[in-house]
T-cell receptor, first 112, second 113 residues
């Protein structure tokens, strides 16, 4: 079945540590996105990539980094510079601008 | 500055009745609107969309209405079922900008048997 796989489902970070969240899709979609959801709030865009080897900052990119070396993979690194990283992180993809984004099941990141 | 707002954080409806979820936006450049449904600890699932050239789109029990002059859209679910209980997000985008979505804060719908 085609879809988006996010791993791990739960992740814990120590103070000062970088952690990387995985997002893989086998939908052959060109565009991929990372969102953050905080309790009781909507999703906010962190980074997006419309093509391999290219990505752009979203609304809340500070403290995060991404790479897009392969079409199917768009990992997100939460760096130690992100002072409030506890949140639910969602990855999405789409194949063209007039099609809805498909989401993975998310990774919940917590601070130890 | 929230460009997409869902002013009702929660809504409770009896099974079989109509659920109406509302969404307002401020950016008149938005031309594509979507509704997503989300269960806890899962990713949002796409429900229905509408482009700005239409004022209504229907898919089974779900209908989305768009009022561009009021910058308002709504999702109607008829009849409501207990399985519809979830958080509903509206989202908006400018297609020319590459389909980056701006989400509202969500409305929690509870359908009582």
């Amino acid at each position: 079945d085609g879809g988006i796989t996010q791993s791990p489902k739960y992740l814990f970070r120590k103070e000062g540590q970088n952690v990387t969240l995985s997002c893989e899709q086998n939908l052959n979609h060109d565009a991929m996105y990372w969102y953050r959801q905080d309790p009781g709030q909507g999703l906010r865009l962190i980074y997006y990539s419309q093509i391999v080897n290219d990505f752009q900052k979203g609304d809340i990119a500070e403290g995060y980094s991404v790479s897009r070396e392969k079409k199917e993979s768009f990992p997100l690194t939460v760096t130690s510079a992100q002072k409030n990283p506890t949140a639910f992180y969602l990855c999405a993809s789409t194949d063209r601008v007039n099609q809805p984004q498909h989401f993975g099941d998310g990774t919940r990141l917590s601070i130890l | 500055d929230q460009q997409v707002k869902q002013n009702s954080p929660s809504l409770s409806v009896q099974e079989g009745r109509i659920s109406i979820l509302n969404c307002d936006y401020t950016n008149s450049m938005f031309d594509y609107f979507l509704w997503y449904k989300k269960y806890p600890a899962e990713g949002p699932t796409f429900l229905i969309s509408i482009s700005s050239i239409k004022d209504k789109n229907e898919d089974g029990r779900f209908t989305v209405f768009l009022n561009k002059s009021a910058k308002h859209l709504s999702l109607h679910i008829v009849p409501s079922q207990p399985g519809d209980s979830a958080v509903y997000f509206c989202a908006a985008s400018r297609l020319i900008s590459g389909n980056m979505l701006t989400f509202g804060g969500g409305t929690r719908l509870m359908v009582k048997p």
